[in-house]
């Protein structure tokens, strides 16, 4: 049974059945390979190694993942810093589970002592024990003939040590030396210091992916290695994890060895709980965000009477990460497309993600939502930012500042179908998550020409988040602040624009209002393209007398920017439909309307202002770092 399993690196072949002197020949017709960068001679290529997860003792509930983490990480460094053959992990834990099905008998060699097997010459274990101030490691090399120690590694780390690998990746670089590898200097470099960012979120989801996998959450482990993916697309364990597991999900074989189609039902529910319940506690948190700014200062008109000259050419944008919500998107169609591959959805009243609307009512915007519990992710969410930005000259002097708004969170864009049922409804069925863009012109309209405040060098600098130091903001809320020119070059390319949604805010004097927009890819950057466009337009103002107002419509969310003074709210242009409102303090808001009586009722509060069903009022102030 053993014998017939390929182990990587373990069973090499003794002949090729040629002749010696043609084997000879064959070998001196090879041109040498090049030099490795990060060895010098062999680099032990003709030894082999098993790397086992390290015991653990005294680690939170929550650091179940370290020992995978651990393993991941020597494996990286003995497979990239050496030529030594390192057994394949995901064939390692195929071995195990094997060895532990109960098809051995208990007494037998292969299971009392898993050393007795050989797979390669050599097996690597061993323990860390968690301290008050970080980890104690203890890694011994054996080989796997008689269990002669060939190296050893005792040493101590930090918990940021351990957190950046910086521990694991010096223990490394000390066991790799005692195998007999001759490290170049790079690879001194390299592994005496702390991991790249990527490649560190890479290892610490592909290990949570594989704790979630043994603990049988299907749902988490699918979103790990998809953020693994995200983080180091090289990882070919992560990868081939991912596949597999996608693979197995869209087949919507999760019940086939049960006895019946109730346990098989019940299995699938069991799933989608657990989905729910997992992206219901994941979306609870503000997903990273980049706030972007530009510094293209370009003079405006002049106001001869008040001695003064404004200047524009400024925005402020915000753009979600949208590996965030790929992650969301991929796993939530996997498990979709299984639930169809058992052809069973239907029968099984277990049609989802679904939400049902009238096609003919007034009612078509609430719905009903089917989730499997009363928990659900599919909710949008939005919610805004007040930006302060200061117009800086070069004696570092403020002469000119603006706060504005900026809208940030997510949306639900749901794929519509004829109810099958009930030709007067509506579904939404499947869809795509898509977070949330939206971009803000900065006019300083009033700067004073003077020489000691107009210097030839102005420059723009965010100061505050919702009256909050802009780096103590970005440091709490995972707010990345960039110019635009560092935006465009690095970050941008790796956004994906299917997984966005524009808002644009404000409008010019006698315009229409900005109207919501989706973006899609085009020309290599990003293209409005008017797909999507409808009736839900961000906001009715007129910036000429700052003057704004409430009106009918299908409207879902409303941006008063800073600049707004007055308020017309009346009850006859206010109906029941969903609508949030966000707005600054002490605005006259004037009329008989719903929102203006709460509004005022309110204290004039900044902050986030949500209609409930019966045309009722919640208020939220904006978002506290």
């Known amino acids: 049974m053993l014998s017939s399993v390929c182990w990587a690196g373990g069973n090499k072949d003794k002949s090729t059945g040629q002749p010696k002197q043609q084997q000879q020949a064959a070998q001196q017709a090879q041109p040498a390979p090049p030099p490795s960068p990060f060895f010098t001679g062999d680099g032990g290529k003709d030894k082999s190694i098993a790397i086992l997860a390290p015991t653990t003792t005294g680690l939170a509930e929550n650091q179940g993942y370290l020992p995978s983490l651990v393993q991941g990480e020597f494996v990286s460094n003995f497979t990239g810093f050496s030529a030594i053959s390192v057994l394949d992990r995901v064939r390692l834990d195929e071995q195990y589970t094997e060895l532990f099905t109960g098809y051995y008998d208990e007494n037998a060699a292969a299971v009392t002592d898993l050393g007795h097997l050989a797979p390669t010459d050599y097996i690597m274990g061993g323990s860390i024990t968690r301290t008050q101030t970080g980890y104690a490691m203890q890694i011994q090399i054996t080989k796997s003939a008689d269990k002669m120690t060939v190296a050893s590694h005792s040493g101590t780390f930090s918990f940021t040590e351990l957190d950046n690998l910086t521990g694991i990746r010096r223990a490394s670089l000390d066991l790799l030396e005692k195998m007999g590898v001759t490290p170049t200097e790079r690879t001194r470099t390299e592994l005496s210091g702390a991991a790249e960012a990527g490649h560190v979120s890479a290892q610490t989801n592909l290990a949570q992916g594989i704790t979630a996998q043994k603990q049988g959450t299907v749902v988490e482990a699918l979103s790990r290695f998809i953020q693994s993916t995200n983080y180091d697309p090289s990882l070919a364990e992560a990868a081939s994890r991912l596949n597999i597991l996608t693979a197995n999900v869209k087949s919507g074989n999760i019940g086939a060895n049960v006895r019946n189609e109730l346990e098989w039902r019940d299995q699938w529910i069991a799933r989608l709980k657990e989905l729910e319940e997992f992206y219901t506690n994941y979306m609870k948190e503000i997903p990273p965000y980049y706030l972007v700014y530009n510094d293209d200062i370009r003079q405006g008109a002049i106001d001869l009477d008040k001695r003064t000259v404004a200047l524009h050419g400024v925005f402020i944008s915000t753009y979600p990460n949208t590996a965030y919500f790929e992650t969301i998107n991929r796993v939530v169609e996997t498990v979709r497309q299984g639930l169809e591959a058992t052809g069973k959805a239907d029968d099984w009243k277990l049609v989802w993600p679904q939400m049902t609307f009238s096609s003919q009512s007034s009612n078509r915007d609430y719905g009903y939502l ?215 303090a002490n605005v006259s808001v004037t009329g008989d309307g719903a929102f203006g009586k709460f509004y005022n009722s309110n204290g004039r509060k900044a902050g986030r202002y949500v209609r409930t069903r019966n045309n009722g009022w919640t208020y939220q102030p904006f978002t506290a770092f």
């Open 370 to 584: 089917q989730p499997v519990e009363f928990h659900s992710p599919f909710q949008d969410y939005v919610n805004a930012w007040w930006v302060t930005v200061d117009l800086v000259n070069s004696n570092g002097k403020v002469i000119a500042r603006q706060t504005e708004s900026l809208l940030y969170g997510w949306e639900w864009i749901w794929a519509l179908r004829e109810n099958q049922r009930n030709r007067s409804l509506v579904d939404r069925i499947g869809g795509t998550l898509r977070g949330v863009h939206s971009r803000r012109d900065i006019v300083f309209p009033a700067v004073d020409p003077g020489a000691d405040s107009l210097t030839e060098t102005l420059s723009i600098r965010i100061s505050s988040i919702n009256g909050v130091p802009a780096g103590q903001a970005a440091e709490q809320s995972k707010i990345s602040i960039l110019p635009s020119k560092e935006f465009l070059a690095s970050i941008r390319k790796t956004l994906q624009p299917q997984y966005l949604i524009e808002y644009s805010v404000g409008t010019n004097a006698g315009r229409e209002p900005e109207r919501f927009r989706a973006l899609s890819g085009g020309g290599g950057g990003f293209s409005t393209t008017g797909q999507n466009a409808g009736p839900r337009h961000i906001l009715s103002f007129r910036e000429s007398d700052g003057s704004g107002y409430i009106d009918r419509g299908e409207r879902r969310y409303i941006v008063f920017p800073s600049g707004v003074r007055t308020i017309k709210s009346d009850q006859e242009y206010e109906t029941w439909r969903p609508l949030t409102v966000y707005i600054g």
